[in-house]
């Protein structure tokens, strides 16, 4: 595919790109090349994930003051577990000064024997603060589980929650990750029979190696389809032969929500730039499609 792909408005297909804070100097020298190389896709905006419990704020906002440094919108994650609304208050003037234009609003990950205080229970919550505090000043993107929170008790449940946290005053969402798309379709469909015409902008996650995504899947929820487990696990430790696939997998799901009309796309890279560049390159994405 040699044309660039479109949206149903007629304008390029926008996408966004996922990093997390470096630990370490020579991770955050790494970083900064797999953004460099990564900006040839011209994304709308880079987001920048925040740790349990806001254990890597710090990290972040000064991953979201590089980014903004070199030119490109950057997103904070901004979680709110344990926070007071002074705390909170003080983080959003800190990234209005650094010029932060939109945020991802997000409950945060429970401490282990959650029992702890704090001003906000739901990260619709913090959507209607941010709101009341600061007015239009930020974008503000929620998360959106299309195969149900790990934590929800029913699908009726969660969509309410997503339902009361966009009429809260949220703009849009980026969904957790997943590789059946009837899912994410069918998500957008009972959201828009509720009355919600916020975008809905699917999570994309490259397939980088079988142990990896198969744990990380298991922990947050996402469903790896059984097809697919069995033929990660056929590949054993063939590494080259497990990105090859991946990258076909990924591609295909790519161009089936391109095909149905999706807002645009949302990369986790993972803070590697190859995966996401040849995914785009084979979908005609960016200006070198």
Not at 99 to 112: E, F, N
Not at 279 to 285: T, V
């Amino acid at each position: 595919m040699n044309h660039t792909q479109h949206n149903k408005h007629g304008s390029p297909l926008p996408v966004s790109l996922e990093f997390f804070p470096p630990k370490t100097e020579a991770g955050a020298a790494k970083l900064k090349g797999v953004r460099q190389a990564l900006y040839a896709l011209q994304p709308e905006f880079c987001s920048v994930t925040y740790g349990a419990g806001g254990s890597t704020q710090a990290g972040t906002f000064a991953t979201v003051a590089e980014i903004q440094a070199e030119g490109i919108p950057a997103a904070s994650h901004f979680s709110c577990i344990g926070a007071t609304r002074e705390k909170v208050r003080a983080e959003l003037q800190q990234l209005r000064g650094m010029g932060v234009k939109r945020l991802v609003a997000l409950r945060g990950d429970l401490p282990s024997g959650y029992g702890m205080g704090g001003d906000f229970h739901y990260a619709s919550d913090l959507v209607a603060f941010i709101r009341a505090e600061t007015g239009d000043a930020f974008h503000i993107e929620v998360a959106a589980y299309p195969e149900m929170h790990p934590q929800a008790h029913s699908p009726e449940q969660d969509l309410q929650a997503f339902a009361t946290k966009v009429r809260a005053g949220a703009n849009s969402a980026i969904t957790q990750y997943f590789f059946n798309a009837d899912a994410y379709f069918r998500f957008v469909d009972e959201v828009r029979a509720m009355g919600i015409e916020a975008p809905i902008v699917p999570g994309i996650m490259p397939i980088l190696g079988a142990s990896q995504l198969l744990r990380f899947s298991d922990a947050c929820g996402a469903e790896v389809p059984r097809w697919l487990r069995l033929r990660l696990r056929g590949y054993g430790d063939d590494v080259e032969s497990i990105r090859a696939f991946g990258l076909d997998v990924v591609t295909a799901l790519c161009e089936r929500l391109i095909a149905q009309g999706v807002p645009s796309l949302h990369f986790y890279t993972m803070n590697q730039s190859e995966p996401v560049r040849e995914i785009a390159r084979r979908l005609g994405l960016g200006p070198h499609g």
